[in-house]
């Protein structure tokens, strides 16, 4: 079997080395090449274009920013859709707009093509690990196809229902976790401004009833916990800007649904201004930042 793997970001590169490790034939294109050399000296083959690395793929995966890159990609000019071999079968990693989804799934199945979106959990260190979580959304046989693949990349796979769902399972996922590392933060800075160490603030909290996964395993208080974000200026992880998409994604949601989300809105609000100060591209635990300018 032959795999294309098309966005080799922070999530995309450990992935596609995962594959490469489970002995894999494994294609990668990316549009900055620095990205693609360290695929390339683990044995990836690197790939002039998208196109190119499609040509031949069985499985194609894709790991892209946002809407707008996953629709270009399958659906522009230069399409991978329209290129892809008669029995390929597309697995879109990225996290996108539930509708977004829906679209680039049926123009595959118009052109006879399966295809799953399948957001993941677990960040980098879980992709690292190939420990994620993904969430699928599609039909059951094009997951049962994909899942060979999945499982060498991950170590949980939920079907969440048909195209779209994963999108809108990942999109409540993420609304959650945005909420909840604001609202950590805004605790600990708190603790912190009345002269508590922010270390044993976090073993309290961890232990009592505010426990939650960003205080527990992405702290974002520098210096708790090594190998996190926080702990490196912020630097990889989990960029304020993709979350501050992904609030936004929620937002659209909501207002379809006709849902009441007061606290991902409010949410929302705080990553819009966290990002428009300059901190789009630090880790979105980063957003500690906003509550310690006051202290
Ligand atoms: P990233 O910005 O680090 O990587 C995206 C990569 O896509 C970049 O290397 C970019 O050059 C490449 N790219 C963009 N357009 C392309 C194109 N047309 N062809 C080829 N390559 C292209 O983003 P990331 O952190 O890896 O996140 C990717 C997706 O996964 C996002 O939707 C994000 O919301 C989601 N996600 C991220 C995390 C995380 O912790 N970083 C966790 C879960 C989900």
């Not at 499982?151 to 993420?174: S, Y």
């Amino acid at each position: 079997m032959h795999i294309a793997f098309i966005g080799l970001g922070n999530m995309g590169a450990p992935m596609a080395h995962n594959l490469l490790r489970a002995g894999r034939t494994v294609s990668v294109f990316d549009l900055s090449a620095s990205a693609m050399e360290s695929l390339h000296s683990a044995g990836a083959r690197a790939a002039s274009s998208a196109l190119a690395a499609v040509r031949e793929a069985d499985v194609v995966v894709t790991m892209l920013p946002a809407d707008r890159h996953v629709r270009e990609l399958y659906l522009g000019e230069q399409g991978i859709l329209a290129h892809a071999t008669g029995n390929a079968l597309f697995i879109d990693c990225s996290t996108i707009a539930a509708d977004a989804a829906r679209e680039v799934a049926a123009a595959a199945a118009e052109r006879g093509l399966a295809m799953i979106d399948a957001p993941v959990s677990g960040g980098t260190a879980g992709a690292a690990a190939g420990t994620l979580t993904f969430i699928v959304g599609g039909e059951t046989a094009a997951l049962e196809r994909a899942r060979p693949v999945l499982e060498q990349m991950g170590k949980n796979i939920f079907h969440a229902g048909g195209p779209g769902a994963g999108q809108v399972a990942k999109i409540c996922n993420n609304m959650l976790l945005g909420i909840l590392m604001a609202g950590t933060s805004e605790a600990l800075n708190l603790g912190v401004a009345h002269g508590l160490d922010p270390k044993v603030l976090s073993e309290i909290m961890a232990k009592s009833s505010g426990r939650n996964w960003a205080l527990e395993l992405y702290n974002p208080w520098p210096g708790v916990m090594d190998n996190v974000p926080a702990s490196r200026d912020y630097v990889g992880g989990f960029g304020s800007s993709l979350m501050l998409k992904d609030l936004g994604l929620a937002q659209q949601a909501a207002q379809s649904a006709q849902a009441a989300t007061p606290l991902g809105s409010l949410a929302r609000q705080l990553y819009q201004l966290h990002t428009q100060q300059g901190h789009g591209q630090q880790d979105f635990s980063s957003i500690l930042r906003l509550f310690q300018q006051k202290s």
